[in-house]
């Protein structure tokens, strides 16, 4: 594209033009990959059905369930009290989550520390934020977001209600940011990631259908880190977002602190299955002096009929690096951030 698009982010604008619900992530969804066109997916995708392209333009059949494609799941729905911010601007973002009946809920189960996490990542996948609301009496949680750059998100509510026989929720919802606006490439598979002078390898492959091992390795100043500090229970905590529809993805830890088994680091053990073919971004959160650090990486599954390779370059570029800060510490020049929990 010559030109950016001049996007408006509020609610009122985007209705007129696109439909209340529906027009914002439709509107902006634009991530192009190794030279393909610019390509928008289908948000509200049912889990079990068949998956849409993904950024490489390939089709994938849904083998297993994927979070984050709807707004509303077993009677429980994510109302965004925020349909837009203004890009670089501090903003309180407002939601809550809705049982069948309408009523804000109010009570949940305690995962990996916390009744709720939220994520927010853009829909090129170059931004991401791991975030932590408060929650109001009346189930309003609230949490400010400073997003960088204007475009399409998707807001993810990751939560367990404490109703007997309800298990965990992604509950997923659209957010604009104003601004002139420019699709980005999502960029390419690489085994080495860069973060304030840490350095994070990933070993391991997501495999279509099926669980597979992923082990990232942190060192910082070539020694390795064995002194990795908990955070949300773990020594690590793992997201993966799909390209195309962000599909969320549960990545479990293989064991945490206190377990009498697992060390604190240097390597860090996960077990992911990917709902389909396709390409990913994985983003790391570890703590090490106090500090929480993002690592941002990009791989395929599947991406060969009837096999599960991927082809990775082995180091990072800069201008690949996402910005991973919170609203509190943007990112650091593009390569990753820290920010104290």
Same mark, same amino acid.
């Given at each position: 594209?010559?030109?950016?698009?001049?996007?408006?982010?509020?609610?009122?604008?985007?209705?007129?033009?696109?439909?209340?619900?529906?027009?914002?992530?439709?509107?902006?969804?634009?991530?192009?990959?190794?030279?393909?066109?610019?390509?928008?997916?289908?948000?509200?995708?049912?889990?079990?059905?068949?998956?849409?392209?993904?950024?490489?333009?390939?089709?994938?059949?849904?083998?297993?369930?994927?979070?984050?494609?709807?707004?509303?799941?077993?009677?429980?729905?994510?109302?965004?009290?925020?349909?837009?911010?203004?890009?670089?601007?501090?903003?309180?973002?407002?939601?809550?989550?809705?049982?069948?009946?309408?009523?804000?809920?109010?009570?949940?189960?305690?995962?990996?520390?916390?009744?709720?996490?939220?994520?927010?990542?853009?829909?090129?996948?170059?931004?991401?934020?791991?975030?932590?609301?408060?929650?109001?009496?009346?189930? %309003?949680? $609230?949490?400010?977001?400073?997003? +960088?750059? @204007? &475009?399409? *998100? !998707?807001? #993810?509510? =990751? /939560?367990?209600?404490?109703?007997?026989?309800?298990?965990?929720?992604?509950?997923?919802?659209?957010?604009?940011?104003?601004?002139?606006?420019?699709?980005?490439?999502?960029?390419?598979?690489?085994?080495?990631?860069?973060?304030?002078?840490?350095?994070?390898?990933?070993?391991?492959?997501?495999?279509?259908?099926?669980?597979?091992?992923?082990?990232?390795?942190?060192?910082?100043?070539?020694?390795?880190?064995?002194?990795?500090?908990?955070?949300?229970?773990?020594?690590?905590?793992?997201?993966?977002?799909?390209?195309?529809?962000?599909?969320?993805?549960?990545?479990?830890?293989?064991?945490?602190?206190?377990?009498?088994?697992?060390?604190?680091?240097? %390597?860090? $053990?996960?077990?992911?299955?990917? +709902?389909? @073919? &396709?390409? *990913? !971004?994985? #983003?790391? =959160? /570890?703590?090490?002096?106090?500090?929480?650090?993002?690592?941002?990486?990009?791989?395929?599954?599947?991406?060969?009929?009837?096999?599960?390779?991927?082809?990775?370059?082995?180091?990072?570029?800069?201008?690949?690096?996402?910005?991973?800060?919170?609203?509190?510490?943007?990112?650091?020049?593009?390569?990753?951030?820290?920010?104290?929990?």
């Amino acid at each position: 594209m010559q030109t950016g698009l001049k996007i408006t982010a509020f609610a009122a604008a985007l209705a007129a033009t696109f439909g209340a619900a529906y027009g914002v992530g439709q509107s902006l969804d634009l991530v192009v990959e190794d030279g393909a066109s610019a390509s928008a997916h289908d948000d509200r995708h049912t889990p079990g059905a068949s998956a849409p392209q993904d950024g490489d333009g390939r089709g994938g059949h849904e083998t297993t369930p994927a979070g984050g494609l709807q707004i509303s799941e077993n009677g429980y729905t994510l109302d965004l009290g925020t349909l837009g911010v203004e890009a670089g601007h501090r903003t309180e973002l407002r939601f809550t989550v809705r049982d069948e009946r309408g009523r804000a809920v109010t009570e949940y189960r305690r995962e990996h520390d916390k009744e709720l996490h939220l994520i927010v990542a853009s829909r090129d996948l170059l931004t991401y934020r791991h975030l932590h609301p408060t929650r109001a009496a009346d189930g %309003t949680w $609230s949490t400010p977001v400073d997003l +960088p750059k @204007a &475009g399409g *998100y !998707r807001v #993810f509510a =990751d /939560f367990t209600p404490a109703k007997e026989g309800v298990g965990n929720l992604t509950l997923g919802a659209d957010l604009a940011a104003s601004g002139p606006y420019r699709p980005q490439r999502l960029p390419a598979p690489r085994d080495t990631a860069r973060v304030d002078g840490y350095e994070v390898r990933l070993d391991g492959t997501l495999r279509p259908g099926r669980g597979s091992g992923l082990n990232l390795t942190v060192s910082r100043d070539g020694e390795p880190v064995t002194d990795l500090q908990p955070y949300l229970g773990a020594y690590g905590h793992l997201v993966a977002l799909r390209s195309g529809d962000l599909a969320y993805l549960h990545v479990h830890p293989g064991g945490g602190p206190g377990d009498g088994r697992t060390e604190p680091g240097p %390597t860090v $053990s996960f077990t992911a299955t990917a +709902p389909s @073919a &396709g390409s *990913y !971004r994985l #983003f790391l =959160d /570890f703590k090490h002096d106090g500090v929480v650090r993002t690592a941002a990486f990009t791989v395929r599954a599947g991406t060969e009929a009837g096999t599960d390779t991927e082809t990775r370059t082995p180091a990072p570029d800069a201008s690949d690096a996402p910005d991973t800060g919170t609203s509190d510490h943007p990112g650091d020049n593009g390569q990753g951030t820290g920010h104290g929990h």
